[in-house]
């Protein structure tokens, strides 16, 4: 049973990093005077708490962002969270299943078009409506930012809040694939972009609300660049596999997070390896001497 909206726990801060206790879910979460979130009760070492589905009031109705689950509580509480607003459209931010998979659903129940980047990075899905970088849809501007996923967008309200998706989260840094479905170095670029923006608010897919944004940031980019130094220094001189060089800097790696770990690290070498600075060959890895 989800706790009243009373008892729902304040955000603590460490650094850059913002985090929260577990949400109530598939409750209304009243954001500002227009924005309402309801989170997906699907809880996991990727997802935190679960995924924050957005609903979003503009001139002719609302929109809702991620509707992520398709748990027919959660579709229903998306539906609630409007207040009886017609819903014009639901975007996606990048079409990974924790926020996909409600989408098709209840755009069947609306009637309403589902929305996203328009080259997929899912092969099942085609957007109804294929949006680009400068795009305004429902008073919404889309910022195409990928890294994450080759098919991340952000949304800009006109009062400056920022709908950040995966790209960027304050509970946690986010997983960077390697090619074709993410780079660290567009992932860098994207966060200049959006750095740029100067927003006040980043509402993300998972945790709770970032008002301290180029705090948030900076501590991100400086993340990267600390793990691209770590990377080197521990990269032996000798050719090395994927796995023995993420087995070598992770000692006690929890078992569920190995396979991000390992694209993380992959994206990070490919980035390296862009840079000069490691060498592949027959699938191994080595540094290059200065």
């Known amino acids: ?17 913002v985090s929260e206790p577990p949400p109530p879910y598939d409750v209304p979460l009243p954001e500002t005077p227009t924005i309402r979130r309801v989170v997906a009760n699907n809880p996991g070492p990727m997802t935190g708490n679960g995924t924050n589905s957005w609903v979003v009031e503009h001139a002719d109705g609302c929109v809702i962002i991620d509707p992520g689950s398709e748990a027919p509580e959660h579709l229903d509480a998306l539906v609630h969270a409007t207040g009886g607003r017609p819903v014009t459209h639901i975007i996606l931010t990048h079409t990974h299943r924790d926020h996909l998979e409600g989408a098709r659903p209840l755009g069947a129940r609306l009637g309403v078009p ?12 085609t957007p109804d409506i294929g949006l680009r970088d400068g795009d305004m849809i429902a008073g919404l501007r889309v910022l195409y930012t990928p890294g994450h996923a080759s098919d991340h967008i952000c949304l800009e309200t006109p009062e400056g809040i920022i709908f950040t998706g995966d790209h960027i989260m304050g509970w946690s840094t986010t997983m960077v694939p390697p090619a074709p479905y993410g780079s660290v170095r567009q992932f860098l670029d994207s966060m200049d972009y959006l750095r740029a923006r100067d927003s006040h608010l980043l509402l993300s897919a998972h ?23 770590s990377i080197m220094a521990l990269l032996p001189a000798h050719p090395c596999t994927l796995d023995e060089i993420l ?9 569920d997070l190995r396979r991000a770990a390992r694209l993380n690290l992959h994206a990070h070498l490919e980035k390296l390896h862009e840079d000069g600075r490691v060498s592949l060959r027959d699938d191994r890895w080595m540094k290059i001497a200065p």
Request: aromatic share 8%.
């Open 1 to 17: 049973m989800s706790a009243p909206l009373a008892e729902v726990a304040q955000p603590t801060r460490n650094g850059w990093r």
């Open 247 to 255: 087995d070598s800097m992770y000692h006690k790696l929890r078992p």
């Open 207 to 229: 945790g709770p609300a970032i008002t301290r944004v180029t705090e948030c940031i900076d501590g991100l980019v400086a993340h990267r660049h600390a793990r691209e130094k």
């Open 114 to 125: 589902v929305c996203g980047f328009y080259q997929s990075e899912e092969p099942a899905f």
